[in-house]
């Protein structure tokens, strides 16, 4: 069975680390609550006529190591208990990375393909409006994740700017290079994840230019994956997006497929060879398979890049893959984890993976902080080196022997120093 309640998801990879991390229990009790949830309700003027009113949702989860991060995310399948699971992860992910940074999550309920750009600044400036009492550059950060980008945090900062009558660049991050972003944001969290998957395979002694690769998702975060780790040599043999994965056992033309997609194109389109700004390379002749095939394809890595919850007890046996490098938050259940942790499939997990993001959201904020801007080759140095060391910390302490796998490793790591911050801090009043 699989569990497609993220935020349970989330407690269960708590309690599994509960017995390793050096943790008082009343503290991780506390843990398993958000500190806050502001619900919203959003009436936005269509273009199309007519008032439509959608909700949305801002979790802060815990701010005891800093101000709370992390980004906001449009999407039909949006809830509370997701944005709440999604915050939790953050405040997880920033303590493993070391960032002096709580963790949160923000949400609307919505379909943005069915939205125009005007209809887009609306909902987003009203939503900003809604949460604007409690994010700040001081306090929480937002930035973006799934179906937001540098123009959503353009609005944003606008939005929250007219309110306090001057420009406030912090108060969000992933913003246009125009307006206070920095060098390599939009990349960030696919080049964190190629990072990770090199490193990896430096751990196992085996050749990523021999490795063949199954990104699940082309969207911002698999894209700049799948294109890092083809540059790294890696034979990216499968990607997929809402219409199908294209599948070639030879690799995908990774350049062509990123063309195509920049220009809006399909997967489906891809396969049935209708490209978009692109043209077909002899080599490339992939065939259409469903994202469910993907994830069971014979790849010596499976990184899924799209929802949460795809990889579960129902699927886990059927997992190929010798790694997994979770670039989506919470792809793989609980109940998946233990099957896989038998059978010594290595899974580096989202909080580790996918921190590339947020590591360079908090690059930008300290460029704003600073009101200095740093080259893109600064940037990537920083990022690679914070990830790098997460990574070696999680290895060590896997190594060590007693913990049962990367996650659990990470796990501890994370809540013992969130552990240690509120133990310092104390319980005020
Ligand atoms: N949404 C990204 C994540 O899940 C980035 C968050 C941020 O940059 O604050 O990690």
């Known amino acids: 069975m699989g569990n497609d309640d993220p935020f349970e998801n989330m407690l ?47 979790c802060q989860f815990d701010s005891a190591r800093g101000p709370f991060k992390g980004g906001v995310r449009y999407h039909p399948s949006v809830t509370q208990r997701e944005v709440e699971a999604l915050a939790g992860w953050m405040t997880w992910k920033c ?29 987003t400036r009203r939503y900003t409006e809604g949460i604007r009492r409690l994010i700040g550059p001081e306090t929480d950060v937002p930035a973006p994740d799934m179906n937001t980008n540098p123009q959503t945090m353009a609005w944003m900062m606008d939005t929250y700017s007219m309110y306090e009558g001057y420009t406030v660049p912090k108060v969000v991050t992933g913003k246009p290079l125009e307006i206070g972003g920095t060098p390599g944001r939009v990349a960030a969290t696919g080049r964190g994840v190629s990072i990770v998957t090199e490193r990896l395979f430096e751990y196992l002694e085996d050749d990523l230019g021999d ?10 975060v698999g894209s700049h994956a799948a294109r890092l780790l083809d540059d790294a040599g890696a034979r990216i043999v499968a990607t997929s997006d809402v219409t199908g994965a294209a599948y070639d056992p030879d690799g995908l033309d990774v350049p062509t497929l990123g063309a195509h997609v920049d220009a809006g194109g399909l997967i489906e389109e891809y396969t049935a060879g209708d490209l978009k700004g692109a043209e077909r390379t002899q080599w490339d002749e992939p065939e259409q ?23 579960t007890a129902e699927n886990a046996d059927r997992v190929r893959a010798n790694a997994i490098v979770e670039a989506a938050n919470g792809p793989t259940t609980v109940a998946a984890d233990e099957v896989l942790s038998q059978r010594d499939v290595q899974i580096v997990p989202d909080i580790l993976a996918n921190a590339g993001g947020v590591i360079v959201s908090y690059l930008e904020w300290v460029q704003n902080s600073q009101e200095f801007s740093w080259p893109l080759e600064t940037v990537n140095a920083e990022l690679e080196r914070r990830i790098g060391s997460a990574f070696d910390e999680t290895i060590e302490r896997y190594d060590q022997g007693d913990v049962p796998d990367l996650r659990t490793a990470a796990y501890t790591i994370a809540l013992e120093r969130i552990a240690r911050a509120h133990e310092y801090r104390g319980l005020f009043p």
């Open 95 to 123: 303590a493993l990375v070391d960032l002096p940074y709580g963790g949160a999550k923000g949400g609307v309920i919505c379909e943005p393909k069915d939205l125009t750009d005007n209809d887009l600044e609306r909902l």
């Open 12 to 58: 269960a990879q708590m309690d599994r680390a509960e017995a390793y991390a050096d943790v008082d229990h009343g503290v991780f009790e506390r843990l398993k609550y958000p500190e806050r949830t502001l619900k919203v309700t959003l009436p936005v003027e269509l273009e199309s006529g007519g008032v439509e009113v959608f909700e949305g949702y801002r």
């Open 289 to 311: 398979i469903s994202n469910a095939d993907l994830l069971e394809l014979d790849v010596d890595v499976l990184i899924p890049a799209a929802v949460e919850g795809v990889i």
């Open 211 to 220: 490795a063949t690769v199954a990104v699940q998702g082309f969207g911002n």
